[in-house]
């Protein structure tokens, strides 16, 4: 390899510590980059290891003299410290951050630094892998190659690693460094700060970059120390983001991440099996606090009913209720309710416990109550129609929500023209008081008709509620019922109700040529003749 004259365009940037034998792995797949050697530059900060990872460092550094650069500290206790050397020692145009345990796919470099060149990106995230069942992002590149993301409209929020692909002059332009004082997650703020101050970040999935490696005996630090030193780095986060002035959607969003998955961690499986009584109510205070300072009104309507009922107790510093949620989710995977002076309920132990303060509201589900949608067909002829059947427990849902309810069946057509659409009102047969609500839509086959299109075609079938308080679709679901042949509008109609890839209901009806019914009839007269 010639002399290098220029500075790299990307910098590798590896925190080791006692990291063998997979720091062999991650070095082969650095130097074996297609980027080429003379656009790289590897520097790995050996953060005091005491095993054979010095050895290793030493010898990749005697073999590409021009490439890796080692720099030996004393051990830091955590990552962040020899990430920040490493940022300081960095020439490159981008810096790259990877774990001593994980690897690259072979372009990997190549297609990212490619990619914020071309687009101008600040960030650039790839493809993770999961290896030996480590667990990693992976809605956020379900949706391919994406050039201008953030935290509103994509799963950036649960991508918060520093694994990933950063314009240096946006770390140096804003000082922009890991909190020292973190041994654990150190990275969430860091990334967060260089997401909030960015212009553009780009995300792909077109290729399998960054292979996060879960060691045999699980001593990744991701493994290790959870519990305070993971919530004081959480809350380092969030204060981030309240420091830099996020909007309130992404604030939002990103608090919404760390409640269903790291907070929601510590109620439901560390505090619980703590042993005394004393730590378990230390570990909930802090939770409690971090919730009660920073999760607001927005935050907990995203949650799923059974997490914000334990993210309120946590907030109540209820202990006991806690534990018993936990113990009460384990055991009821079902959800089951109550009807309550004309009110639905969820039932849960923390409904009106004195001892919990938890909000009615939150275990309200009136509104939204419907269950046993159930289609069929009503009559065969020329007046045939779609039924569908529902009920709500509470007795006085046609009052408080019958106006807000319809049945929406819409059509897409294919020739990219505007899509059809019908609604339709719902009736309340009568019902006994104690029996709830019942409540009936009936969809003439003849109306599903537009001016200019025949009535054949696919029309997805929606219940909806929509009223003040937004927009909420009932499960209706496809059933095996009959095939109906009918004449509709003067033309011979095959009509069934299937299902589309999630299980919802489609109405499909396809047209019946005429020639084709005669010559049934024909065929069938004959047989008739021979007998």
């Keep these: 390899m010639r002399a290098r004259t220029a500075p790299p365009d990307v910098s590798v940037v590896i925190a080791v510590y006692n990291t063998m034998p997979y720091l062999t792995e991650c070095l082969d797949s650095l130097i074996g980059q297609s980027i080429g050697l003379d656009r790289l530059e590897i ?8 095993d054979d990872s010095p050895k290793e460092l030493a010898r990749f550094a005697a073999a590409y003299p021009e490439v890796v650069k080692v ?16 940022i300081e020692a960095a020439r490159g145009r981008f810096v790259f951050f990877i774990g001593a345990d994980d690897y690259l796919g072979a372009e990997a470099l190549e297609r990212m630094v490619a990619t914020a060149d071309e687009h101008g990106s600040d960030i650039v995230l790839g493809t993770m892998v999961g290896v030996n069942g480590r667990v990693v ?5 379900a949706h391919g190659n994406r050039y201008d993301i953030g935290l509103t409209d994509s799963d950036l929020p649960w991508a918060l690693s520093d694994t990933k692909l950063f314009r240096r002059a946006l770390l140096e332009r804003h000082t922009i460094r890991y909190h020292e004082d973190l041994t654990i997650l150190c990275d969430q703020a860091f990334t967060l700060e260089c997401v909030l101050r960015s212009a553009k970040i780009s995300v792909l999935g077109d290729y399998e970059y960054y292979y996060a490696v879960k060691r045999d005996d699980e001593s990744n630090l ?8 993971m919530l004081v780095a959480l809350e380092r986060s969030m204060a981030t983001a309240i420091r830099l002035g996020a909007s309130d959607e992404q604030r939002t969003a990103v608090f919404t991440r760390y409640v269903n998955n790291e907070m929601i961690i510590t109620l439901s499986e560390r505090i619980p099996v703590l042993e005394r009584r004393e730590d378990q109510e230390r570990l909930l205070e802090t939770v409690g606090r971090l919730i009660e300072e920073y999760i607001d009104e927005a935050v907990l309507e995203r949650l799923a009913w059974r997490r914000l009922v334990r993210v309120l107790l946590a907030r109540g510093r209820h202990l006991d209720a806690l534990l018993e949620a936990v113990r009460f989710d384990e055991a009821n995977p079902q959800d089951s309710t109550q009807v309550i002076d004309g009110r639905v309920y969820l039932e849960h132990p923390a409904f009106r416990n004195p001892d919990a303060s938890v909000e009615d509201r939150w275990f309200d589900r009136t509104r ?15 007046d045939a129609a779609l039924l569908l059947t529902a009920h709500s427990p509470a007795p006085d849902y046609a009052r408080l929500w019958g106006p807000h309810l319809s049945v929406r069946l819409t059509q897409h057509h294919g020739d990219g023209g505007p899509a059809s659409e019908r609604t339709f009102a719902p009736a309340f047969p009568g019902t006994p008081a104690d029996a709830g609500t019942r409540i009936r839509f009936r969809i003439p086959l003849a109306e599903l008709s537009t001016p200019g299109r025949p009535v054949a075609g696919r029309w997805s079938v929606r219940l909806t509620l ?29 009509v069934n109700l299937v299902g589309d890839r999630a299980g919802r209901a489609v109405l499909a009806l396809a047209q019946i040529r005429a020639t084709r019914v005669i010559a049934q009839r024909l065929r069938r007269l004959q047989a008739l003749g021979r007998k």
């Excluded at 520097?43 to 005491?50: E, F, L, N, P, R």
């Excluded at 720099?71 to 490493?86: H, K, L, V």
């Excluded at 991701?222 to 030193?229: C, I, K, L, S």
């Design 71 to 86: 720099i030996t500290q004393p051990n830091s206790g955590g990552p962040a410290a020899p990430q920040n050397r490493g």
């Design 466 to 494: 929509a009223d003040e308080e937004g927009a909420f679709d009932f499960p209706v679901t496809a059933a095996t019922l009959p095939e109906l042949k009918l004449w509709l509008r003067n033309r011979y109609h095959r």
């Design 43 to 50: 520097i790995a900060v050996d953060d005091g290891s005491t």
């Design 368 to 382: 939204t109550t419907l269950n046993d949608v159930t289609p069929a067909w009503d009559s065969a002829g020329a």
């Design 222 to 229: 991701t493994y290790r120390g959870r519990d305070e030193n």
């Design 137 to 141: 992002p992976k809605s956020v590149f």
